[in-house]
Nanobody, 126 residues
Framework: QVQLRESGGGLVQAGESLRLSCTYS????????LGWFRQAPGKEREFVAA????????YYSNSVAGRFTVFRDNVKKTMYLQMDSLKPEDTAVYFC???????????????????WGQGTQVTVPS
């Protein structure tokens, strides 16, 4: 079992920055890949970013590449999502999730994630 908890959401103006945190715990939690997903009102949950378990490669959706950065600290057992140049279309509930997956394509697929946090709201008014 892996437990995940997001924090850091809030209301920010367009163009501003925000950093989300996801603390993870549980047996072998550091051995899981981690991802961020988001769900806007009336829309399906979508992939945002992910980081492999070994600090290695990171992956981003086209809509956030170049603006968001994902990184993790396995000592603090925390993953972060640094969000810069925020836009109104970034408004959503953001979830972190853990996956045992190994292939690159799996990191983009929410069905590959076994554990999920409760989510944190990010609002960027237009």
């Amino acid at each position: 079992q892996v437990q995940l908890r997001e924090s850091g959401g809030g209301l920010v103006q367009a163009g501003e920055s925000l950093r989300l945190s996801c603390t993870y715990s549980g047996r072998n939690a550091v051995n899981y890949g981690l991802g961020w997903f988001r769900q806007a009102p009336g829309k399906e949950r979508e992939f945002v970013a992910a980081i492999r378990r070994d600090y290695g490669d990171t992956y981003y959706s086209n809509s956030v590449a170049g603006r968001f950065t994902v990184f993790r600290d396995n000592v603090k057992k925390t993953m972060y999502l640094q969000m810069d140049s925020l836009k109104p279309e970034d408004t959503a509930v953001y979830f972190c999730a853990a996956t045992p997956a190994y292939t690159t394509i799996s990191y983009y697929n929410q069905l590959e994630y076994d554990y999920w946090g409760q989510g944190t709201q990010v609002t960027v008014p237009s």
